[in-house]
Nanobody
Framework: QVRLVESGGGSVQAGGSLRLSCAAS????????LAWFRHAPGKEREGVAV????????YYGDSVESRFTMSQDNSNNTVHLQLSNVKEDDAGMYYC????????????????????????????????WGQGTQVSVST
């Protein structure tokens, strides 16, 4: 069963920090590409970051590079997104997504060391989505 549950959203001051979490079911977490997307009113959905959980390799969208950090906790099947130096444009609904419902349904070689995950982020090509957690930025 696919499960992606986000938490950690809230209000943060511009320049501040916030950590989002996404708890996944084990079958969805293992050997998969797990990503964060965000969607703000009037804007297109944007891929923020993705991690290949088999190797812990992460990739980021240009607008958040060097400010956001994605990490994983294998003991809890959870990925985190650390938001730092937050800007007004970072506000929106943040969604956790999995490229596959079950990561192990494809061989490891398919993921090409995580670069396949990066390409999926660019195309928003993810099969499973969480309900989202809201981030607002105050100035």
């Amino acid at each position: 069963q696919v499960r992606l549950v986000e938490s950690g959203g809230g209000s943060v001051q511009a320049g501040g920090s916030l950590r989002l979490s996404c708890a996944a079911s084990e079958s969805t977490y293992v050997g998969n590409c797990l990503a964060w997307f965000r969607h703000a009113p009037g804007k297109e959905r944007e891929g923020v970051a993705v991690i290949y959980t088999e190797q812990g390799l992460s990739y980021y969208g240009d607008s958040v590079e060097s400010r956001f950090t994605m990490s994983q906790d294998n003991s809890n099947n959870t990925v985190h997104l650390q938001l730092s130096n937050v800007k007004e444009d970072d506000a929106g609904m943040y969604y956790c997504a999995a490229a596959l419902e079950t990561g192990t349904q494809l061989p490891r070689t398919f993921f090409q060391g995580g670069t396949w995950c990066k390409s999926r982020l660019a195309h928003s090509d993810f099969l499973a989505w969480g309900q989202g957690t809201q981030v607002s930025v105050s100035t």
